[in-house]
């Protein structure tokens, strides 16, 4: 995607990279929509450091980060005791998204058989590909959602643009580019489409009004910021003609775990017969889970999250300020899960499938055994 006028993705390996080996880029998109500022990983531990402060998030980016987090630990060595090391260092970062222990497995698999020095060049190939891989996928999932828009637009008559609601931030940020839950979004925009779209605030940290809100605006996408609450009033009042977000882990039966509130607007949509759509790429399924709300650990977060907000003042400057009383205890669990009946559909890059098992597996038929 373009950020004024320059073609970006979410990561990229550094300019002065030798023979496909060297540093990683970024954008630090905890600096966004105040600042555009990219930042540099030489090491492990920085790739780390930058999924766990959310330097980069959102599950496809996770994962494409940590792929190329283990490059940068087997550049400095390759040796087997720290692929592992590494290996265990990344999978502790952030426990909810499945691509990240997707991604990492997937290296171990390639890099536990190869001799130490021809690691570093295979993992960097790897980590290239999974990013490709991702853009491809999401470009897929754009054009399969874009048929549900352009549906949704002929049945209004064409007469007013088509209402999206999202939440969080399931953009280009949030993936390698395109999107997941965005990427349908841009195409419909692209193939003059009329659409608007409601972006919920997502608090606590804010994706959707930081993030969302951003990408939209960059894209010269129609949209308006709401609070958190307002979804079920607009649905309510007819004002929503879809539903689509992303998800950081999906089960085997179609239950969807994705940032915290999403349930709330599954609820609402399902009370209002809002069509509700989850977009996934295929390393967002958890083949190995069918019960999300049992199965799937849910990242709990620091509550300084919850009980401070950042923003822009007049004269410029990014503060953070305090909401709550100094003494009151604060919870901050970051994701939630969405049962598979209240989904209307997924929208994949094999096409848009039923959110249960035999949905899934047919679109993914070599899973059959697992
Ligand atoms: O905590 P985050 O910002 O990493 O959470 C991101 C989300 O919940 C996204 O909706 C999800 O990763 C899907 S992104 C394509």
Request: aromatic letters at 6%; proline letters at 5%.
């Amino acid at each position: 995607m373009k950020v004024g006028g320059r073609a970006y993705r979410s990561i990229w390996l550094a300019e002065d990279a030798k023979d496909g080996i060297g540093a990683v880029e970024i954008i630090d998109q905890t600096r966004l929509p105040h600042g555009f500022v990219t930042r540099r990983l030489e090491t492990l531990e920085e790739a780390a450091t930058a999924i766990r402060e959310m330097w980069v998030r959102g599950a496809p980016l996770i994962g494409a980060t940590a792929a190329y987090g283990l490059a940068l630990a087997l550049r400095a060595d390759p040796s087997d005791a720290n692929l592992e090391r590494a290996a265990e260092v990344l999978i502790a970062t952030r426990p909810t998204a499945v691509n990240l222990r997707w991604a990492v497995e997937d290296l171990l698999a390639r890099l536990r058989p190869a001799a130490a020095g021809a690691r570093a060049g295979l993992a960097y190939a790897r980590a290239a590909e999974i990013c490709d891989q991702d853009v491809a996928i999401n470009r897929s999932i754009g054009g399969h959602g874009l048929g549900l828009i352009r549906a949704a637009w002929e049945d209004g008559g064409r007469a007013r643009p088509v209402n999206l609601l999202t939440h969080c931030n399931a953009g280009w940020l949030a993936t390698v580019d395109w999107g997941t839950a965005l990427s349908p979004i841009f195409q419909a925009h692209d193939a003059g489409i009329p659409v608007h779209v409601w972006v919920d605030e997502t608090r606590p940290r804010n994706q959707g009004a930081s993030l969302t809100a951003w990408e939209l605006g960059q894209h010269g996408v129609a949209h308006t910021v709401i609070v958190d609450n307002a979804g079920g009033h607009l649905m309510q009042h007819g004002r929503v003609d879809l539903c689509i977000t992303g998800t950081d882990r999906t089960t085997a039966a179609g239950d969807v775990c994705n940032k915290i509130g999403t349930y709330l607007k599954a609820l609402a949509a399902f009370d209002n017969d809002v069509p509700f759509y989850v977009a996934l790429p295929g390393p967002t399924i958890d083949w190995s889970i069918e019960d999300g709300l049992a199965e799937i650990p849910i990242e709990e977060r620091p509550g300084a999250e919850v009980a401070e907000i950042a923003g822009v003042t007049a004269a410029g400057a990014v503060t953070r300020v305090r909401l709550i009383p100094e003494a009151s205890p604060v919870a901050n669990p970051a994701f939630d899960v969405t049962p598979a009946r209240l989904v209307t559909g997924l929208i994949t890059e094999r096409g848009i499938c039923p959110a249960s098992r035999e949905g899934l597996r047919a679109l993914y038929p070599e899973r059959h055994n697992q």
